[in-house]
Antibody, heavy 121, light 107 residues
Framework: QVQLVESGGGVVQPGRSLRLSCGASGFIFTGYGMHWVRQAPGKGLEWVGVISYDGIRKVYGDSVKGRFTISRDNSKNTLYLQMNSLRTDDTAVYYC??????????????WGQGTLVTVSS | DIQMTQSPSTLSAFVGDRVTITCRASQIIGTWLAWYQQKPGKGPKLLIYKASTSESGVPSRFSGSGSGTEFTLIISSLQPDDFATYYCQHYNSYPWTFGQGTKVEIK
């Protein structure tokens, strides 16, 4: 079965950087687009961005554009989220999620359990 | 950006009740809409995609309908396992956006 396991969360000071990872198994990782979605404590879901199956196309939400970078290593079945210039309002649980259709960008059919990032001085 | 507005924000219901959650998009999105269920401390779970297609393994009491800008998620007979928060999400164009969520509580 599909498994997505996020890691790398923790407490970081404002202005610093952090990199999250998402290990994938149970499906052909190289065939699917992958997304990051975040959820601030007690709040709703916010789409962060997407990377295409081949890593060529990337699209970001407005609130993270220019600060966050999504990448993937298809040889390691791993998705990454590099977060720079972190702000207190980036505090959230970060989920990685798998796109449902191979080679396309559609909806999200599998999600990880999330990793908490706390930005605080 | 397309705004997604869900109603109600909170819903109290009894086991066995029929529950209806509405999602409205600020622009026409065809049927490019998904519904998710989230329980505390867990990642969301896909219930419905393309507005009305049930994900494999989802109980038949969950159904979705709508197109354009108005969408509905119906739980035909609420079960104890269904108490959770539900989100709609469009995938018509980037950026994707979610509704603010509907929390279904026990009455």
């Amino acid at each position: 079965q599909v498994q997505l396991v996020e890691s790398g969360g923790g407490v970081v000071q404002p202005g610093r950087s952090l990199r999250l990872s998402c290990g994938a198994s149970g499906f052909i990782f190289t065939g699917y687009g992958m997304h990051w979605v975040r959820q601030a404590p007690g709040k709703g879901l916010e789409w962060v961005g997407v990377i295409s199956y081949d890593g060529i196309r990337k699209v970001y939400g407005d609130s993270v554009k220019g600060r966050f970078t999504i990448s993937r290593d298809n040889s390691k079945n791993t998705l990454y989220l590099q977060m720079n210039s972190l702000r207190t309002d980036d505090t959230a649980v970060y989920y990685c999620a798998k796109d449902a259709s191979p080679g396309a960008i559609t909806y999200l059919d599998n999600w990880g359990q999330g990793t908490l990032v706390t930005v605080s001085s | 950006d397309i705004q997604m507005t869900q109603s109600p924000s909170t819903l109290s219901a009894f086991v066995g009740d029929r529950v209806t959650i509405t999602c409205r998009a600020s622009q026409i999105i065809g049927t490019w809409l998904a519904w998710y269920q989230q329980k505390p401390g867990k990642g969301p779970k896909l219930l419905i995609y393309k507005a009305s297609t049930s994900e494999s393994g989802v109980p038949s009491r969950f159904s979705g309908s709508g197109s354009g800008t108005e969408f509905t998620l119906i739980i035909s007979s609420l079960q104890p396992d269904d108490f959770a928060t539900y989100y709609c999400q469009h995938y018509n164009s980037y950026p994707w956006t979610f509704g603010q969520g509907t929390k279904v509580e026990i009455k």
